[in-house]
C-alpha cells in the first residue's frame, strides 16, 4: 500500500508565490522509511523536468536549473511530507507538478523514482 497525495496547486498571476504539499501514506512508506521526495513538472508538449528533492533526513537538498532560487523544498519533522515553496513565479512555470519518492538518493532522473503523485496544475498568468 502506498500513496501520495499532492496539494497546493492553483491559479497565480505572475510574480506571486504557490506552496505546495505532497503527504506520502501507506504501508510500504511505513516500513522503508529512508526515501527521497521529489518535485518534478511537465508543461503541455514538454519533457518532465526535474526541480527539487530532499533527503529522508530533510538535511540534503538538490535543485534544477530552471527554478533555482526561486523555490525551496522542505521535510516535515514526520518526514512523510514534503513542500515546495515558489516564490517570483512566471507564466513558464505553468505545468502540472508531480510529487515523487524513490530510495536511489537524491536523483535528478525521473526513472529513479519508484511512486509518483497524480500531480497538481499550477498555472501562472501574465
Known amino acids: 500500500q502506498a500513496q501520495l497525495e499532492e496539494s497546493g496547486g492553483g491559479l497565480v498571476q505572475a510574480g506571486g508565490s504557490l506552496r505546495l504539499s505532497c503527504t506520502a501514506s501507506?504501508?510500504?512508506?511505513?516500513?522503508?522509511?529512508?526515501?527521497?521526495m521529489a518535485w518534478f513538472r511537465q508543461a503541455l508538449g514538454k519533457e518532465r523536468e526535474f526541480v527539487a528533492a530532499?533527503?529522508?533526513?530533510?538535511?540534503?537538498?538538490v535543485y534544477g536549473d530552471s527554478m533555482k532560487g526561486r523555490v525551496t523544498i522542505s521535510r516535515d519533522n514526520g518526514k512523510n511530507v514534503v513542500h515546495l515553496q515558489m516564490n517570483s513565479l512566471k507564466p513558464e512555470d505553468t505545468a502540472v507538478y508531480y510529487c515523487a519518492v524513490g530510495w536511489s538518493g537524491l536523483s535528478l532522473k525521473e526513472n529513479q523514482y519508484a511512486y509518483w503523485g497524480q500531480g497538481t496544475q499550477v498555472t501562472v498568468s501574465s
Open positions: 530532499v533527503s529522508w533526513t530533510g538535511s540534503n537538498t
Open positions: 501507506g504501508h510500504t512508506f511505513d516500513t522503508f522509511t529512508t526515501y527521497t
